[in-house]
């Protein structure tokens, strides 16, 4: 039985399910198990380049591939997982297997810290070289990535959906139930950052990584219990089919009827028909993408079922149908643009990281040294900061000035994003250039093992690079998050919301490519190698100024593209349709679509 909470109410003449809502009942346990996943996630990963540099003894670039490929698969993972979640097992038991899953990878990787045979020996300070890890130790280290992506291919496209699942869609308290499951959910979120990038981070770098790993293994293993003390109460909805088949049924018709004659009157000509039941909301026809409305365009072959549906939906599809395809084949573009909108934030998780190594991380003249991974918490609070700021107090004023709901458009949110974006690299080009120049000419004040000298410019100077990567981020990232979640058809916001992932994911793959590519290519250029270990003796302020370049084309792309895009609207106007009566034979009316 997939609703767990579920009565019956006796209609005219059959039972009809009746889902007993519990709300904010299952928050307890449905908050609690995603503070402590995100917990247990993120204070493994936030430290995870360090990890591979310091204990795996791998070479910057080597550790920064592995990341952004591991990063790449594990959000390519999340198409897979909505996939599967809304085709097959649903939520729950999505939920379920992947927190399991994520726990696993989380112990997996604990006990290559744990254990001695399980990661490369100790290398000495003073050491060039160090040995690096064997084949059947870094098997088992990716046995444990392996499994954290499962996790997260199963955990990132579910988790929102399944709490709002909670509440009554229907109802005034329900749908406040549901707007506040998210402020909480990104509470958490911000909360989780906030401590593993601070606490767990210092444990695993000051005291010791088999100790700083355990604590996030720990956490998760919390989650799983606290998620499934909850399984009797939770409202559990049925897997429904996969809405790709929809989209696929169109493109295959699309392509079969491509030799007829495109109609001058489309509402006249095409067929419309709804299923009852369905969530998705009526559309109103466009003129883009003309070329898929022959699917719905009938011929001589076609035949109506008595209830007005198509007989065969392989040959004949509804206006609807097109329509929604439609909404899907709008919004693939800003997925490019997010691709390279994010090669920044990689930057600042991977190579800021690098020079925060290298740069005087001691506040004043005491001891304590903020840990190198623990910078990034710098981005987390500029965005923390700036969104009530934005939705308090931007958001009223720029209303009043154009009228529309959200101030600014969506996509006028994501520009600005996408320009400061440019910003962020540019003065983190200028940073690393005045970090470098005082190491080679000034005193320095350490050495980094197996890097170089430490400049004595402060690592406070790298604050604004992070501030504006989260200020960015909170205009972009957020919006693109909104942007799908309402453009896409109702039955596919789980897809709509792994796109946004996937866009993390290619941004992880090419930011690999070019790291690669940069460093061999620069390897005998006049100007040296751009990327070495030593930052001090390469241009990595020139990498930078390269990733700046690339945001303005990606502006401009995106420029273009945001003239160019449609709304989706449902309408509110007349619109001729073509209807069916019940002995299958055509009738024209006029019909107002909501």
């Known amino acids: 039985m997939e609703l767990e909470n579920v009565k019956k109410t006796v209609g005219n003449d059959h039972d009809e399910p009746k889902i007993n809502y519990r709300g904010w009942k299952a928050m307890p346990f449905i908050i609690g198990n995603e503070t ?305 909108f994010h090669l920044m934030i990689n930057q600042q998780h991977t190579y800021a990281v690098f020079q925060a190594q290298q740069s005087n991380r001691r506040l004043g003249n005491i001891s304590f040294k903020i840990p190198a991974a623990s910078y990034v918490v710098f981005m987390m609070l500029s965005m923390t900061i700036w969104i009530p700021i934005y939705d308090r107090i931007f958001v009223p004023f720029l209303r009043r000035l154009t009228g529309k709901e959200g101030g600014i458009t969506l996509l006028q949110r994501m520009g600005i994003g996408i320009g400061i974006s440019i910003i962020t690299m540019l003065v983190s080009g200028v940073v690393e250039e005045h970090r470098r120049t005082t190491a080679l000419t000034k005193p320095t004040v350490g050495f980094q093992p197996r890097r170089g000298a430490v400049s004595s410019m402060s690592g406070m100077f790298l604050i604004p690079q992070f501030a504006l990567a989260g200020l960015a981020d909170a205009f972009t990232s957020i919006g693109l998050v909104e942007f799908y979640y309402k453009q896409f058809p109702e039955n596919m916001r789980s897809i709509g919301g792994s796109l946004f992932f996937c866009a993390l994911a290619g941004s992880s793959y090419l930011s690999s490519l070019l790291i690669t590519i940069v460093h061999q290519t620069t390897q005998g250029a006049s100007t040296g190698n751009w990327l070495p270990e030593d930052l001090n003796k390469g241009r990595l302020d020139y990498y930078y100024y390269m990733i700046a370049g690339l945001e303005v084309l990606n502006l401009g792309y995106f420029l273009v593209y945001a003239r160019w895009y449609e709304y989706k609207e449902t309408g509110t106007g007349s619109a001729t349709t073509i209807e069916f009566e019940a002995n299958g034979e055509a009738k024209q009316s006029d019909k107002t679509l909501v």
């Open 36 to 340: 402590f996943e995100k917990l247990g996630a993120v204070g493994t990963l936030a430290n995870l380049l360090i990890y591979l540099t310091s204990v795996f003894n791998m070479k910057n670039i080597t550790a920064a591939t592995i990341i952004n490929i591991f990063n790449g698969t594990a959000n390519f993972g999340t198409m897979i997982g909505a996939y599967l979640c809304d085709t097959y097992f649903g939520r729950y038991n999505t939920l379920g297997f992947a927190t399991v899953a994520s726990f696993l990878g989380l112990q997996a990787i604990q006990l290559t810290a744990a254990i001695p045979n399980l990661h490369p020996p100790n290398c000495a300070a003073e050491s060039s070289t160090c040995k690096g890890p064997t084949a059947g130790q870094m098997a088992f280290l990716l046995s444990g990535f392996g499994l954290m992506i499962i996790g997260a291919g199963g955990v990132r496209p579910c988790n929102l959906a399944f709490g709002a699942d909670q509440f009554n869609p229907n109802t005034e308290s329900g749908k406040r139930g549901i707007n506040s499951f998210f402020n909480w959910y990104f509470c958490t979120f911000t909360f989780a950052q906030m401590v593993s990038l601070t606490l767990i981070v210092y444990v695993q770098s000051n005291v010791s990584w088999a100790i700083g790993l355990a604590i996030p293994a720990l956490l998760m293993l919390i989650a799983c219990v606290v998620f499934f003390m909850g399984t009797k109460i939770y409202v559990r909805v049925p897997a429904t089919g996969s809405p790709m088949t929809s989209v696929a049924q169109v493109l295959v018709v699309a392509v079969k009827k491509r030799q007829l004659k495109q109609p001058d009157q489309p509402l006249l000509s095409l067929f419309n028909y709804i299923p009852p039941g369905s969530i998705n909301c009526k559309l109103r026809h466009t003129d883009q993408f003309r070329f898929l409305d022959k699917a719905a365009m009938l011929t001589p072959e076609d035949h109506i079922n008595p209830d007005g549906s198509a007989a065969n939906r392989w040959r004949l599809c509804s206006v609807q149908q097109v329509e929604e395809v439609k909404c899907v084949l709008r919004v693939i573009p800003t997925w490019f643009a997010a691709v390279i």
